[in-house]
């Protein structure tokens, strides 16, 4: 997806939650800064994805059970690269803001994954922690305007940021394990706003054209 025809679903996701878009281009710029791995160019991604089929792992709890399913190029969403590395599978892509657990992410990087990091207002402080622990194949993006090397492929969770990339870069089928948008994980945060966050990532799975998309 690009930016114009994203931008109207990001202006309902500031309303609806009161996040500040300065804050989320501040992070955007902190991330540009401090990116120090091997730029990965969408021209890459278009490879590894056209005509492909894709398995995106969320991090639910249903993922371990549905590991069976997964087929062709694997994007994870940040903790489920946990679980993935457990059951000795190794991701080609990993989407990121930055709160799964670090050593499993950087472990992920080094073993050949593309490590895709996410800005927004509320991660600044992790990106300046750990933005530059990533030595191997890197991108940042946005939810807000893209510019230079900081992308927007649509999106709003790592999930669902992992489903819309797999759909810019046209692959042929995608194929959702791990995802359950109704039982999300605590995290330590606010359990109501991680369920409208996920009420939001179904609206925008919903949104992408239903033939290619497989739902376990």
Same mark, same amino acid.
């Given at each position: 997806?690009?930016?114009?025809?994203?931008?109207?679903?990001?202006?309902?996701?500031?309303? +609806?939650? $009161?996040?500040?878009?300065?804050?989320?281009?501040?992070?955007?710029?902190?991330?540009?800064?401090?990116?120090?791995?091997?730029?990965?160019?969408?021209?890459?991604?278009?490879?590894?994805?056209?005509?492909?089929?894709?398995?995106?792992?969320? +991090? $639910?709890?249903?993922?371990?059970?549905?590991?069976? +399913?997964?087929?062709? *190029?694997?994007?994870? @969403?940040?903790?489920?690269?946990?679980?993935?590395?457990?059951?000795?599978?190794?991701?080609?892509?990993?989407?990121?803001?930055?709160? $799964?657990?670090?050593?499993?992410?950087?472990?992920?990087?080094?073993?050949? @994954?593309?490590?895709?990091?996410?800005?927004?207002?509320?991660? #600044?402080? &992790?990106?300046?922690?750990?933005?530059?622990?990533?030595?191997?194949?890197? &991108?940042?993006?946005? #939810?807000? *305007?893209?510019?230079?090397?900081?992308?927007?492929?649509?999106?709003?969770?790592? $999930?669902?940021?992992? *489903?819309?990339?797999?759909?810019?870069?046209?692959?042929?089928?995608?194929?959702?394990?791990?995802? +359950?948008?109704?039982?999300?994980?605590?995290?330590?945060?606010?359990?109501?706003?991680?369920?409208?966050?996920?009420?939001? @990532?179904?609206?925008?799975?919903?949104?992408?054209?239903?033939?290619?998309?497989?739902?376990?």
């Amino acid at each position: 997806m690009l930016y114009n025809e994203w931008k109207d679903y990001y202006h309902l996701i500031l309303k +609806d939650f $009161g996040f500040d878009r300065g804050r989320d281009e501040t992070s955007a710029r902190l991330l540009s800064d401090l990116l120090r791995g091997e730029a990965t160019s969408p021209e890459e991604l278009e490879g590894l994805f056209k005509g492909k089929t894709v398995t995106v792992a969320g +991090d $639910g709890p249903n993922l371990p059970r549905e590991l069976d +399913d997964v087929r062709g *190029v694997l994007i994870a @969403a940040d903790e489920a690269t946990s679980v993935l590395l457990e059951n000795g599978m190794t991701p080609n892509v990993v989407m990121t803001d930055l709160d $799964g657990k670090m050593e499993d992410l950087v472990k992920a990087n080094e073993m050949g @994954a593309i490590v895709i990091i996410h800005a927004h207002g509320d991660n #600044q402080d &992790m990106i300046k922690k750990f933005a530059g622990r990533f030595r191997g194949r890197v &991108m940042g993006t946005t #939810q807000s *305007v893209p510019f230079d090397q900081i992308h927007n492929f649509g999106g709003f969770t790592d $999930g669902d940021r992992g *489903v819309f990339l797999a759909d810019h870069f046209e692959a042929s089928e995608i194929r959702l394990v791990g995802f +359950d948008f109704d039982n999300p994980r605590e995290k330590g945060k606010d359990i109501e706003i991680k369920k409208r966050k996920l009420n939001w @990532a179904f609206v925008l799975v919903s949104k992408l054209p239903s033939e290619k998309i497989i739902l376990h």
